[in-house]
């Protein structure tokens, strides 16, 4: 069986989150500006190249931030006979080797209420990097869509939460590559 490619893609939410976030970005950067070139011209500067390129500045800054943080979303997630890949859209794949995965299990959404962001983010391109909730503990997750979500459990890694698009396909596929049971998804 070859590798096994599987899309994960954005909730309404999360587009919102992400679109949102770039227009309130968007806005303190022309507030910033509006601000400068107002100082600007009531000290009765007619040059205004420095308001401009300060702008320019914190936009470069701005947007090139979100732009390193958009290459850490997953885009999907590979199964193979090495195990199951975290398809990023600009960073190196994370891998979890096939030995370390114990079962794989669909989880609701309200698994993760009152989640904790430790490290990364919640909602930019999608949720990812280290969370902490009440009902699972610390774990890492690769999330764009909470309707879809999969708990994986492993040996040395601890737990990873992701979200393909195919959940049950995604479960399937898995257990059947790396000979986990069916109904439980722990080693048979």
């Known amino acids: 069986m070859g590798d096994q490619f599987f899309t994960c893609t954005l909730s309404r939410i999360q587009w919102v989150v992400t679109i949102g976030l770039m227009v309130f970005l968007a806005a303190i950067v022309l507030a910033i500006f509006a601000l400068l070139l107002a100082t600007a011209l009531a000290a009765g500067e007619r040059l205004v190249i420095v308001p401009l390129v300060v702008l320019a500045g914190i936009a470069a800054l701005t947007f090139g931030f979100l732009f390193i943080l958009a290459g850490y979303a997953p885009r999907g997630f590979v199964v193979s006979a090495d195990g199951i890949s975290v398809v990023r859209r600009k960073r190196k794949p994370v891998v979890l080797p096939a030995q370390d995965i114990?079962?794989?299990t669909a989880i609701d959404g309200k698994d993760l209420n009152w989640c904790i962001?430790?490290?990364g983010t919640g909602g930019f391109f999608g949720?990812?990097?280290y969370f902490s909730c009440p009902k699972?503990?610390?774990?890492?997750a690769y999330m764009t869509n909470r309707e879809s979500l999969v708990l994986i459990r492993t040996a040395h890694e601890g737990l990873l939460v992701v979200s393909p698009d195919s959940r049950e396909d995604f479960i399937a596929c898995a257990k059947k590559?790396?000979?986990l049971s069916p109904s439980t998804g722990e080693n048979g």
Request: proline residues 0%.
């Open 127 to 129: 949720s990812w990097g």
């Open 177 to 179: 590559t790396f000979g």
């Open 136 to 140: 699972l503990g610390s774990f890492r």
């Open 117 to 119: 962001r430790v490290w």
């Open 102 to 104: 114990t079962s794989l």
